[in-house]
């Protein structure tokens, strides 16, 4: 087999893997909604803050519409770790709104401190955390590049 068919057929396989980490992802969000015990109906927009249906609705669309664009035109370009951060903030973002969309509120059962939240709303924090970790951590290497190579 020559090297672009092979190429081919890796990209395939590794994207094969992130969507089944995306139905994953989302799969264990919605059964861990579905098995906790106390669960608390988060009828607000994210971090529970109230906003009319119409603008929250506007914000989920664009926001999701522009993470998924986002991801089918780069993800040739993308380093995995970001692609990855990205794949998992859609999930969390999708988890939350499908569930808004069919049940009129969000399932939140983990209890933090004055909080409430679930996996999914992990996810999207998870997935922030990733791209400002690299984006420091790129940002820290260069500077001791050009630090380096000003001496």
Same mark, same amino acid.
């Given at each position: 087999m020559d090297t672009a068919q092979n190429h081919k057929n890796n990209e395939g396989a590794v994207k094969g893997s992130f969507v089944f980490l995306f139905v994953i992802l989302i799969a264990t969000d919605q059964a861990s909604k579905y098995l906790a015990k106390d669960i608390f109906q988060n009828h607000n927009f994210a971090f529970s803050l109230p906003v009319s249906a119409y603008l929250m609705y506007l914000v989920y669309f664009i926001g999701i519409a522009s993470i998924a664009a986002y991801l089918f035109k780069q993800h040739q370009n993308l380093p995995k770790a970001n692609f990855f951060a990205?794949? *998992?903030?859609?999930a969390g973002a999708?988890?939350?709104?499908?569930?808004? *969309? *069919?049940?009129g509120y969000v399932r939140d059962w983990i209890y933090i401190g004055n909080g409430v939240f679930n996996f999914?709303?992990?996810?999207?924090?998870?997935?922030?955390?990733?791209?400002?970790l690299r984006d420091t951590n790129i940002r820290m290497h260069a500077n001791d590049t050009n630090n380096t190579n000003s001496i």
């Open positions: 990205w794949l *998992v903030i859609l999708v988890s939350n709104v499908g569930e808004r *969309v *069919v049940l999914a709303d992990g996810y999207i924090i998870a997935g922030l955390l990733i791209l400002i």
